[in-house]
C-alpha cells in the first residue's frame, strides 16, 4: 500500500458530504456549486432547468421509424418512443420515467430511471450547445430503448454510489445516499476525520486529516483528475483491486491500468480524452511533466462567458508572454483576443462519448497530422498510458494487456487496427501465461472464455467460464459468459442453471431473458423460447434480435404466417443493413 501522510486515503473512513463541508469553507463551496463538477448530476424535479419544453407539455421528434417524445408534468418528465408506422405486428410504445439529470448542461444532459435497484439511461438528451432534444449518444434505439448503466459510469457522473457486487448495473440503496452532483471529496478524499476534529478542536497544526492537493507530488495531482478524465480505450482494475477502492492522494495507478492506442495507430487529429491530448501537447512535453490540469482549470469555480477568453489568455501568457502571439491585431480582436480559438478549436460535435471537444494538444496550426502507420501481427495495438513507479509488474502488465485486448477486440474497430481474431490470439498468450501464475483470478478467466468463440474452443470456453464464476458466483457478466460458453460446449442443464440464476439477480433486464431464450432455441424448445422472447418484449418491444426468434417460435409451433410477420416488424427496427442480413438469414436456416 501507498505511504501517505494523509489519513483519510484509508478505506475505513467515511464520506460526509458538501453540506458539512459549507459549514467551514461556505464561499468555495457556492462557487463550486456553480461549476459544471458540482452540478454534475441532480433528481430531475430539483435540477436547474436548461432544456427548452414545449408549453403543451410534450415535446416530440423523430429519429427513423420511431418517434421521442419528452412529456413534462408538475410532477414527473417521462421520456416515450413510439413506432410511427403501423408495422405488421402492433407494437406498444416505450414509456421509461426520467429520475435523474446527468451532466453540468454545459455539452448537455442525458437521464437516468431507476426501476428495483438497476439503474437505466433513457434513449433522450438534451444537447446544450445545439439547443436540442435528440437520440442519447451511442444509442441504437430498436436493441437499445433504454441502456444499463455499469459502476464506471456512474463513479464519474454522480457523487457516490454502492455497486451490489457483481451486478452490472443495481446499487445499494439509497442511490445517491448523500448528494446527487461530484461532491468536495472527490478531490480531498472522504472527510469524517477532518470535520470530528475541527468541530473537536483537536485537529493537529499541520492537518493530515484530509488531502490538499495542492501539497501533493505532481503526478498524485494529476492522478486525482486522471480518476475520471483519464478513459483511454480500454481501463483495467489491477488484480485484486477495484476502482471504488481509490482515494485522492494515492496513485491512481495502483488501481486502474488504462490502455491507449498504440502511437502508429492513433491519427493526430483523432477525438480522445483530455489527458491524452494534453500529454501529447508542447506545452506538457515542454514543462516536463510539471504542467497540470490546475495550471490552467480552477476546480473551485469556472470564468462566466463574458470573462471567459481573457481568463484562460491570462493562464496562456503565464508562460508564453515573452513570446507573443504572431496573428495581426485586428485578426486576434476578431477572436476576442482569444489563444484558445485558434490553439485549442472545439471539435465538429459534441456527441461523441467521453471525448474532449476542446483540443488539448494545443496545436501550434490547424492540420490533421500524420496517417496512422499500421502495426504488423505480433505487435499490441494498445499501450499502457502511463508506467510510473507504481507501475505494475511485468508479469501484472501482460494481465492486464490481455484483458484489455479482449475489451478492445468487442469495439467496431477502423480497418487500420489489427483483426478480432489477431487480438483474440495476443490475448489468450497472454492470459493462459497469467492464468498459470494466478488461477485465482476471476477476471483473467472471465477475459480467456470470451476469446474462445469457435466450436473447436468450446470446451476450453465452458471450463474458463465455469471458473470464473466459481471464483465469483455473484457476478452477472460471470453469469452470462457461462451461459453463452455452456450452449457452445452443448452443456444445455449447465446453461440453463447459469440463465435462471442471472434472471432472478436482475429480473429487469432484457438480456438474461434473451440468453435463456437461445439455449431454448438451442434445444429446438419452442414453447419455453417464445415464452421468454415474450416476456423480453414486455421490457422492450422494439428489440429486432429478440422479435425475429419469436417469430421462428411461433413458425415451428405450427404458425408461418405469424412468425413472418414477427420477423418483418423485426426488420423495420433494424437500421443496419449488415445485421438485417444476419437477422433474415438466421431466420431462413431456422425455419427452412
Not at 458540482?38 to 429519429?63: C, D, H, M, N
Not at 474452443?457 to 455473484?474: I, Q
Request: hydrophobic fraction near 35%; charge should be positive; glycine fraction near 6%.
Amino acid at each position: 500500500m501507498f505511504d501517505s501522510p494523509y489519513r483519510n486515503v484509508k478505506p475505513g473512513v467515511g464520506y460526509v458530504g458538501d453540506a458539512a463541508c459549507a459549514k467551514c469553507h461556505q464561499a468555495l463551496t457556492k462557487s463550486y456549486h456553480a461549476h459544471p463538477m458540482g452540478r454534475s448530476a441532480a433528481l430531475v424535479p430539483q435540477a436547474t432547468p436548461i432544456e427548452k419544453y414545449a408549453p403543451s407539455g410534450r415535446t416530440e421528434f423523430t429519429s427513423g421509424p420511431f418517434a421521442l417524445s419528452i412529456e413534462k408534468s408538475p410532477t414527473e418528465v417521462r421520456h416515450r418512443v413510439r413506432v410511427l408506422e403501423p408495422t405488421p405486428v402492433p407494437v406498444d410504445d416505450v414509456i421509461i420515467p426520467a429520475e435523474i439529470a446527468i451532466g453540468s448542461g454545459t455539452r448537455g444532459r442525458s437521464y437516468l430511471s431507476v426501476e428495483s435497484g438497476a439503474v437505466w439511461q433513457t434513449p433522450v438528451s438534451w444537447f446544450g450547445p445545439e439547443d436540442r432534444w435528440d437520440v442519447s449518444p451511442g444509442f441504437h434505439l430498436g436493441s437499445m430503448a433504454r441502456r444499463a448503466i455499469v459502476p464506471e459510469c456512474l463513479y464519474c457522473h454522480v457523487d457516490r454510489v454502492e455497486p451490489v457486487p457483481g451486478a452490472d448495473n443495481r446499487y445499494r440503496e439509497p442511490l445517491l445516499p448523500v448528494q446527487a452532483a461530484i461532491g468536495c471529496e472527490r478531490c480531498h478524499g472522504p472527510g469524517t476525520l477532518h470535520v470530528a476534529e475541527r468541530t473537536a478542536g483537536t485537529a493537529p497544526q499541520t492537518d493530515t486529516s484530509i488531502v490538499n492537493p495542492r501539497h501533493l507530488a505532481p503526478a498524485l495531482q494529476s492522478a486525482i483528475c486522471e480518476q475520471c478524465h483519464l478513459q483511454g480505450e480500454e481501463r483495467v482494475p489491477r488484480r485484486g483491486r477495484d476502482l471504488f477502492e481509490y482515494r485522492p492522494g494515492l496513485p491512481f495507478e495502483q488501481f486502474v491500468s488504462v490502455y491507449v492506442r498504440h502511437p502508429d495507430l492513433a491519427a493526430a487529429n483523432r477525438s480522445v480524452g483530455q489527458f491524452e491530448q494534453m500529454e501529447q501537447s508542447r506545452c506538457f512535453t515542454g514543462s516536463r511533466g510539471a504542467l497540470l490540469c490546475t495550471s490552467c482549470h480552477d476546480p473551485h469555480s469556472a470564468p462566466d462567458a463574458p470573462v471567459r477568453d481573457a481568463y484562460y489568455r491570462q493562464r496562456c501568457l503565464s508562460c508564453h508572454k515573452s513570446q507573443g502571439c504572431a496573428l495581426p491585431e485586428p485578426d486576434r480582436r476578431a477572436k476576442n483576443d482569444s489563444c484558445v480559438a485558434c490553439h485549442m478549436p472545439k471539435a465538429a460535435s459534441a456527441n461523441i462519448i467521453h471525448a474532449s471537444v476542446t483540443n488539448h494538444r494545443v496545436p501550434r496550426t490547424a492540420g490533421t497530422g500524420p496517417v496512422p502507420k499500421g502495426l504488423p501481427f505480433a505487435e499490441p495495438p494498445l499501450l499502457r498510458f502511463r508506467s510510473g513507479p507504481f507501475s505494475p509488474t511485468d508479469d501484472e502488465r501482460e494481465r492486464d494487456l490481455g484483458i484489455a485486448l479482449v475489451g478492445f477486440a468487442k469495439k467496431r474497430l477502423p480497418p487500420e487496427i489489427t483483426t478480432r481474431s489477431d487480438l483474440r490470439s495476443l490475448a489468450t498468450e497472454r492470459l493462459r501465461a497469467s492464468l498459470a501464475r494466478w488461477p485465482g483470478d476471476a477476471d483473467a478467466w472471465r477475459a480467456l472464455a470470451s476469446t474462445r468463440s469457435d466450436p473447436a474452443e468450446a470446451v476450453e470456453k465452458f471450463r474458463a467460464a465455469r471458473n470464473a464464476l466459481a471464483l465469483n458466483p455473484e457476478s452477472e457478466t460471470a453469469l452470462a459468459g457461462l451461459v453463452e460458453a455452456a450452449t457452445l460446449a452443448e452443456r444445455y442443464d449447465a446453461a440453463l442453471e447459469a440463465a435462471d440464476t442471472r434472471l432472478r439477480v436482475n429480473p429487469t433486464a432484457v438480456d438474461p431473458l434473451l440468453s435463456r431464450a437461445i439455449v431454448h432455441l438451442a434445444r429446438n424448445d419452442w414453447e419455453r423460447a417464445e415464452a421468454d422472447c415474450r416476456a423480453a418484449l414486455r421490457i422492450n418491444p422494439l428489440h429486432p434480435q429478440v422479435r425475429t426468434y419469436l417469430g421462428a417460435c411461433l413458425h415451428k409451433r405450427g404458425d408461418p404466417a405469424a412468425g413472418q410477420r414477427e420477423h418483418q416488424t423485426a426488420l423495420r427496427f433494424e437500421p443496419d443493413v449488415r445485421a438485417q442480413a444476419g437477422l433474415r438469414e438466421w431466420y431462413r436456416q431456422t425455419t427452412r
